[in-house]
């Protein structure tokens, strides 16, 4: 079995405590029932498992949401209450405009809010473009009406359990962070090449078996047992 770094034909090597990369896993075809499927409808259905397993920014969303609405309702009842002759006051304009109008643009105070309303906005604008930390993994299908995604902590689990079949390795761990899995080998003995790379190549094997949407990098640390 041949990992990606064999065939880049640049030698793994494995230091103790140290991680090391290997390519990204999850390039290439569709893999369904032992057939690559390629082209549009491949394409097609990863775009629908990576929009369903999408996170929302529920809540975020729901803050802005209740705040815009409170802050709609109080200029809608200051104003019908004003046009009517009973204002309720419960924002005290008069004050407000004196102050504006006798603040200069060069105030600390004007100064300090206009910073913080300005960072509180683009606070709310990153929030809304960076995706979040999706709880699935997605995996093709080969098919945009069949999605199918794995808990992230079953995806390393699988990772971890794949390198404990290495001969030597007695545990084992895994954990994703966005598209890099790292993996945590406990071996008996201290070949760090030998098990680097037998543990890499069960990796990737996995990897391949599970055919994720999005390619991963792996990074294996190798210790030896005490």
Known sequence: MSTGADRAGKPVTSLADEATDAPLAGEGGWMTDGRTVTGASGRAADR???????????????????????????????????????????????????????????????????????????????????????????????????????????????LAHAAEGVPGVHSARASVHGNTAAVTATTSGWDRERFGEAVRAMVLSRLAALNPVEPYQVKVNVRERK
Not at 59 to 66: R, S, T
């Open 48 to 158: 629908a498992a990576l929009r369903a397993f999408r996170p929302r920014r529920t809540v975020p969303a729901v803050v802005v949401a209740a705040l815009l609405t409170v802050l709609g309702a109080v200029v809608a009842a200051e104003t019908v209450s004003a046009l009517a002759g009973r204002p309720l006051r419960w924002v005290p304009l008069d004050r407000l405009l004196i102050w504006a109008a006798s603040t200069p643009w060069n105030d600390p105070l004007f100064l300090l809010g206009t910073a913080l309303v300005t960072l509180i906005g683009l606070a709310l604008v990153v929030t809304a473009l960076v995706p979040g930390r999706p709880r699935f993994v997605p995996v093709r299908t080969g098919d945009a009406d069949l999605i199918i995604g794995m808990r992230r902590k079953s995806f390393a689990r699988a």
